[in-house]
């Protein structure tokens, strides 16, 4: 099972040379030069086991639909290794408002879940305390349930087939699959010091919650692995 967060969008990276990989990692193709996260991608997916590889990554939600993408994402629909999308709330990192989502990827899916994909709209699932995002308990473990449950739960998750993504040009945006609900947040002033105290305090149970949603995802019932 690979972990990842490569660093989002990075724009000075070396193109040419990835374009002409020794390794044979670019077998989606070459990435903008504005944008490696699929570089990144192609070489955690080069990395996995060819039947019981795994793979959780966390990215900016842009990689699910942006144009100068959708080749590559065209490609990686066509190796069935994309098992789930899962889209989190906005404010879990410290200074910044962006949602992010979690790519998980699997080399050998079970046979219920071949051809298809489970999309997540986890953006609600969160608690907001002060200034700060975080994930509880509760939230991880509806997130959890569903990814094993791997079916349609209204507002929240639904499983679409390859085919039906196709149909959306390789577009893997969650609100194409999931009908998505916004919830609003209200801002309060705070001194410097309760600032720096709530970010100590925030960044270390977004941490451990992250790690907790994490390692759930590894403790997927064997069964599902003989399934197959």
């Given at each position: 099972?690979?972990?990842?967060?490569?660093?989002?969008?990075?724009?000075?990276?070396?193109?040419?040379?990835?374009?002409?990989?020794?390794?044979?990692?670019?077998?989606?193709?070459?990435?903008?030069?504005?944008?490696?996260?699929?570089?990144?991608?192609?070489?955690?997916?080069?990395?996995?086991?060819?039947?019981?590889?795994?793979?959780?990554?966390l990215f900016p939600h842009g990689v699910l639909f942006r144009d100068e993408e959708q080749a590559m994402r065209e490609k990686l629909?066509?190796?069935?290794?994309?098992?789930?999308?899962?889209?989190?709330?906005?404010?879990?990192?410290?200074?910044?408002?962006?949602?992010?989502?979690?790519?998980?990827?699997?080399?050998?899916?079970?046979?219920?879940?071949?051809?298809?994909?489970?999309?997540?709209?986890?953006?609600?699932?969160?608690?907001?305390?002060?200034?700060?995002?975080?994930?509880?308990?509760?939230?991880?473990?509806?997130?959890?349930?569903?990814?094993?449950a791997f079916k349609d739960e209204d507002g929240f998750c639904r499983v679409a087939t390859r085919e039906e993504i196709r149909t959306?040009?390789?577009?893997?945006?969650?609100?194409?699959?999931?009908?998505t609900t916004g919830a609003g947040t209200t801002a309060t002033r705070e001194t410097l010091a309760q600032a720096i105290a709530d970010?100590?305090?925030?960044?270390?149970?977004?941490?451990?919650?992250?790690?907790?949603?994490?390692?759930?995802?590894?403790?997927?019932?064997?069964?599902?692995?003989?399934?197959?």
């Amino acid at each position: 099972m690979i972990l990842a967060n490569p660093p989002y969008s990075i724009k000075k990276w070396d193109r040419a040379k990835w374009d002409a990989d020794p390794y044979g990692r670019n077998t989606l193709g070459t990435p903008p030069q504005g944008r490696a996260d699929y570089a990144f991608l192609q070489h955690i997916l080069a990395s996995l086991k060819p039947k019981t590889g795994r793979c959780s990554i966390l990215f900016p939600h842009g990689v699910l639909f942006r144009d100068e993408e959708q080749a590559m994402r065209e490609k990686l629909l066509d190796t069935d290794f994309v098992e789930c999308v899962l889209g989190l709330g906005p404010n879990l990192f410290y200074g910044s408002p962006m949602e992010a989502c979690i790519l998980i990827c699997r080399t050998g899916k079970p046979k219920a879940r071949k051809d298809k994909v489970l999309f997540i709209n986890a953006v609600n699932e969160v608690t907001r305390e002060r200034s700060q995002s975080f994930l509880k308990p509760d939230h991880i473990e509806r997130i959890i349930n569903a990814y094993r449950a791997f079916k349609d739960e209204d507002g929240f998750c639904r499983v679409a087939t390859r085919e039906e993504i196709r149909t959306n040009h390789a577009n893997l945006n969650i609100p194409l699959y999931v009908k998505t609900t916004g919830a609003g947040t209200t801002a309060t002033r705070e001194t410097l010091a309760q600032a720096i105290a709530d970010w100590r305090s925030s960044s270390q149970q977004l941490i451990l919650s992250l790690d907790s949603l994490i390692a759930k995802l590894e403790e997927v019932p064997a069964r599902d692995r003989d399934a197959r």
